[in-house]
C-alpha cells in the first residue's frame, strides 16, 4: 500500500511540474499577444513592433456571396498604414488555446473586431510566435472573418 501511496505522489510530482513551466510559458506569449492587439487597438506601430517581426505575414480568410476571399498582407505594410484615417478599432478575444514546444508557440483563439463603435465581425484568430532572444515575438497571424457567427454578449 506505501509503495503504490509513493508511486502516485511522485507521478502526481512529475505531471506539476511541465505544467508549471507551460503556464509561466503561456503567460509570456499571451502578453505578447495581448500587446501586439493593445498596439492595434491603439494604432501604435510601436507597441506592435515591440512584440513581432518585421517579416510577419497576415493572412485572412472569408467568405462573400458564396465566394471564398483570401488575403495576404505582411507586418511592415499594415504598420506603414496603421495611422491612416480616422476609424477607430477593437479587437478582443477569449478562451485561447496555447501549444508551446520548445521555442515555438501557437495561440488559437475566437475574437471579435468592432470598427468605429460597431460590431463589425468575429471569427477566430491563429497567432504564430517564435521565442528570439528570451521574448516571445508574434511572426504571423490568419484569422476568420465572419460577420454573421459573433457569440450573443461578446
Keep these: 500500500m506505501k509503495g503504490w501511496l509513493a508511486a502516485i505522489a511522485a507521478t502526481a510530482m512529475c505531471l506539476g511540474t511541465p505544467a508549471l513551466a507551460q503556464d509561466d510559458s503561456n503567460s509570456a506569449i499571451l502578453h505578447s499577444v495581448d500587446e501586439f492587439l493593445r498596439g492595434l487597438n491603439e494604432k501604435d506601430p510601436a507597441v506592435i513592433g515591440a512584440v513581432s517581426t518585421k517579416d510577419g505575414l497576415l493572412a485572412s480568410h472569408r467568405m462573400r456571396d458564396g465566394k471564398e476571399i483570401v488575403r495576404f498582407r505582411s507586418f511592415a505594410d499594415d504598420l506603414a498604414t496603421i495611422n491612416e484615417g480616422d476609424d477607430t478599432f477593437r479587437e478582443v478575444y477569449w478562451d485561447p488555446t496555447v501549444l508551446v514546444r520548445g521555442n515555438i508557440a501557437v495561440v488559437w483563439a475566437e475574437y471579435s473586431f468592432d470598427l468605429n463603435g460597431k460590431r463589425s465581425h468575429c471569427g477566430i484568430d491563429v497567432f504564430n510566435l517564435i521565442k528570439i532572444e528570451g521574448a516571445w515575438k508574434v511572426t504571423g ?8 457567427n459573433c457569440p450573443k454578449g461578446r
Design 141 to 148: 497571424i490568419q484569422y476568420t472573418v465572419e460577420p454573421d
